[in-house]
């Protein structure tokens, strides 16, 4: 089944910094998804991004997704150290009739 | 609004010893209801899925099972636990295929 590679697989950054972080997947798509984890809880959904949207803004959090690449980028601008955590892209298939597929995620830590 | 309860939170139990998680939907009807699973450090594996009453979908071929007596409580059961299946589980609904999942907090299970 397709899956949503996130890159890279771990990032370490100073409180303030930006936060950039990747999703690749292999075949097309509806919408495209991020989800956030915090250590030993359940996944937080942040954000959608649908097949023919491009950017989408919320908050601190800046999703892009290029369908030609079929790849989609998370920014986190001005990170805090709360926004420590792992971070999961996850994508459907253009189909609509099967459920989503997550990556392995990006472990965030964000130093303060 | 709609809340999702998992339990139990934590389980420790013996090699071939049965299993049974869990999970609660609260304040809609007919969801998609899922079932996955995390291995530590890793991305989420989806075991079963059910879009109504008795209809369940199994992603992995393994010794779990899951049922969905009710529309909005779907369980996770083995009849004999083995070492591979310890891990982070997750329960969550959605409304659609393609829309935002909302998870439970996890129930992490520690088979020795």
């Known amino acids: 089944s397709q899956q949503g590679e996130e890159d890279p697989q771990a990032l370490s950054i100073q409180e303030g910094e930006n936060a950039t972080m990747n999703c690749s997947y292999k075949?097309?798509?509806?919408?495209l998804q991020w989800y956030r984890q915090n250590s030993g809880r359940g996944l937080v959904h942040l954000i959608l991004i649908r097949s023919n949207e491009r950017e989408k803004h919320s908050g601190r959090l800046r999703v892009t997704l290029d369908t030609s690449k079929k790849s989609s980028s998370l920014l986190i601008t001005a990170s805090r150290a709360a926004d420590t955590a792992s971070y999961f892209c996850a994508t459907d298939l253009y189909s609509g009739n099967t459920p989503l597929v997550f990556g392995k995620g990006t472990r965030l830590s964000v130093i303060a | 609004s709609q809340t999702i309860h998992q339990w139990p939170a934590t389980l420790v139990q013996p090699v071939g010893s049965p299993l049974s998680l869990e999970c609660t939907v609260e304040g809609t009807s007919n969801p998609n209801l899922y079932w996955y699973r995390q291995a530590a450090g890793r991305g989420l594996q989806l075991l079963f899925y059910s879009v109504g009453i008795g209809q369940i979908s199994s992603e992995v071929p393994q010794n779990l099972s899951a049922s969905r007596p009710q529309d909005r409580q779907f369980i996770l059961s083995s009849k004999k636990l083995l070492l591979s299946d310890s891990g982070f589980y997750l329960c969550a609904w959605s409304g659609t295929y393609t829309g935002e999942l909302f998870f439970g907090e996890g129930s992490r299970l520690t088979v020795l």
């Open positions: 075949t097309s798509i509806n919408n």
